[in-house]
């Protein structure tokens, strides 16, 4: 099963980023690691060929990555994921 797969099959599971998050939006590192989210979503990423190539080759996909639309901190945000950078967390029923 792919990234994309797992995480769509865990909607409405919880999720644990090991790592801290970057925002783009000149925050820089949020200095958090461990933070347990809540997974809305997930979608594929076309990633497309760097600024400045041909016209041609800039419609060329580059690679499709996961994405994962999260609850963090009470808001919700689209974050670019890596697999080793996650943990599902599971809630098994108990056993009697």
Not at 37 to 62: M, P
């Amino acid at each position: 099963m792919t990234l994309l797969e797992t995480l769509q099959a865990h909607k409405g599971g919880l999720i644990r980023l090991k790592t801290e998050l970057y925002w783009y939006d000149g925050r820089g590192y949020d200095n958090t690691p461990g933070r347990i989210c809540l997974i809305l979503d997930a979608a594929a990423y076309a990633v497309h060929a760097a600024a400045g190539t041909t016209t041609a080759a800039a419609t060329d996909i580059h690679a499709v990555v996961a994405v994962a639309h999260l609850l963090i901190d009470g808001q919700p945000a689209w974050i670019w994921l890596a697999e080793q950078d996650i943990d599902l967390l599971v809630n098994d029923p108990p056993t009697n």
